[in-house]
C-alpha cells in the first residue's frame, strides 16, 4: 500500500473526524489548512477553529489563508502532496490550486448529492422535511459541489434529531467514508463514481437568523423542522411574557387543533405549543439570558399558565 502525501482543509468539528483517522493512519498527514481566526463570543475575543485547535495540539503544520493565491499555491505545491481532502473548509478553492494534487481532490459533503449542494445541507435536509439524510464523498471541482461521487451513505432521517445530532453522525460517516476511499486509492484499485444528475440539484444556501424567526404561520410539521434544523444555529426564537426564548426541541403530539397559534396547553406538566393545526411538545426551551430548560422546568420556573402565549420574537 502506498502511503498519501495529504493535505487537509477543514474548519469545524464538522471535519475532527476524519482529521484525527488521517492523523491515527499511515499516511503522511502534510498540512492542515483552515480559517482564519475569527472574533467570537460575546467578548468577540479571537476564536481558533476545531482544526486548528487539534492542529496545534497534535503541532501539525497549519496555515489559515484568508485567501488561497499563487503564492500560497507555490507554497503546498513544494511540499510534493498527493491528494487533498476537504470537510466543510469554507474558503474557494481555485482550479489553479486543485491541479496541484496529482491525485485529485475530494470533499466529504452532508448531504445525499446531488441534492442540497452548497453551505447548509443538513440544515435545509431537516428544514425541508427530506425522509432521507446521508453524506456523500465527491470529487472537487470548479463548479459548487458538482463533482463525481465516489462512495454514499443514507438512512431514513430520525424526526427527533437535530441538525447538531446530525452533524455528529455524518462528520462520523463521512470519515469512515473517505478513509475507505483513500484506502482503495492507495492500493491502486479501480474506482468507481457516479456523474450527478443536474436535473436534480437542490442548493441548500446558507442560514439566516431572520429565518429562525416564528412567524405562527407554520403548521406543526414545518414549525417542528424549523426547530430541529435550527438547532445549534441560530435557533429558533419566539416572545414570552415580551422576552425572547430560545426553542432548541420540539415534536409532534396527537393533540388536536386549537384555534390560536401560539397558544399555551399544559398536560401532565408538559408543555405544548398551539401551530395552525395542531399543538407541538416543547422539550427543550430557553428565555434568551436564562438556562435551557425542559418544557416541565419551564413552566415551573415560570409559572406558566393556560392562559399564556407565545408571540413573535422582538
Given amino acids: 500500500m502506498t502511503k498519501l502525501r495529504i493535505i487537509y482543509a477543514g474548519t469545524p468539528e464538522f471535519a475532527l473526524p476524519c482529521l484525527k483517522k488521517i492523523y491515527d493512519s499511515d499516511h503522511h498527514l502534510l498540512a492542515v489548512l483552515t480559517q482564519p481566526d475569527r472574533p467570537a463570543g460575546r467578548g468577540l475575543k479571537l476564536q481558533q477553529s476545531a482544526v ?25 505545491k513544494e511540499l510534493k502532496p498527493d491528494i487533498l481532502v476537504v470537510a ?13 494534487f496529482p491525485l485529485k481532490a475530494f470533499n466529504i459533503h452532508g448531504s445525499i448529492l446531488p441534492k442540497w ?10 428544514l425541508n422535511g427530506d425522509k432521507e439524510i446521508g453524506v456523500s464523498i465527491m470529487e472537487v471541482v470548479k463548479k459548487l459541489d458538482a463533482g463525481n461521487v465516489y462512495a454514499l451513505k443514507k438512512e431514513l432521517r430520525n424526526i427527533k434529531f437535530t441538525s447538531k445530532d446530525y452533524f455528529e453522525i455524518l462528520a462520523d460517516d463521512g470519515a469512515e467514508l473517505m478513509l475507505r476511499h483513500l484506502h482503495l486509492i492507495a492500493n491502486n484499485s479501480n474506482l468507481v463514481s457516479e456523474k450527478q444528475n443536474d436535473l436534480e440539484v437542490t442548493y441548500a444556501k446558507k442560514i439566516s437568523k431572520e429565518e429562525a424567526l416564528v412567524t405562527f404561520a407554520e403548521n406543526s410539521d414545518q414549525l417542528i423542522n424549523k426547530i430541529l434544523a435550527f438547532n445549534p444555529f441560530p435557533v429558533v ?11 432548541y ?13 401560539g397558544q399555551v396547553l399544559i398536560i401532565n406538566d408538559e408543555l405544548y405549543l398551539g401551530t395552525i393545526d395542531i399543538f407541538i411538545k416543547i422539550n427543550e426551551i430557553q428565555i434568551v439570558g436564562g438556562k ?3 418544557g416541565s422546568e419551564f413552566i ?6 393556560p392562559t399564556d402565549i407565545f ?4
Avoid at 452548497?118 to 431537516?126: C, D, E, K, T, V
Avoid at 426564537?237 to 426553542?247: E, H, L, V, W
Avoid at 415551573?300 to 399558565?305: A, F, I, L
Fill in 237 to 247: 426564537r419566539a416572545s414570552f411574557r415580551g422576552k425572547d426564548c430560545k426553542i
Fill in 300 to 305: 415551573k420556573s415560570y409559572q406558566v399558565k
Fill in 52 to 76: 486548528k485547535q487539534f492542529a496545534t495540539e497534535k503541532k501539525l503544520t497549519c496555515y489559515q489563508p484568508i485567501k488561497i493565491e499563487l503564492d500560497f499555491i507555490q507554497k503546498i
Fill in 292 to 294: 435551557i430548560l425542559t
Fill in 117 to 126: 449542494r452548497g453551505a447548509a445541507p443538513i440544515q435545509r435536509a431537516i
Fill in 311 to 314: 408571540t413573535h420574537a422582538t
Fill in 88 to 100: 466543510a473548509y469554507g474558503i474557494i478553492l481555485p482550479v489553479e490550486f486543485i491541479n496541484i
Fill in 249 to 261: 426541541h420540539a415534536e409532534k403530539s396527537n393533540i388536536g387543533k386549537m384555534s390560536t397559534p
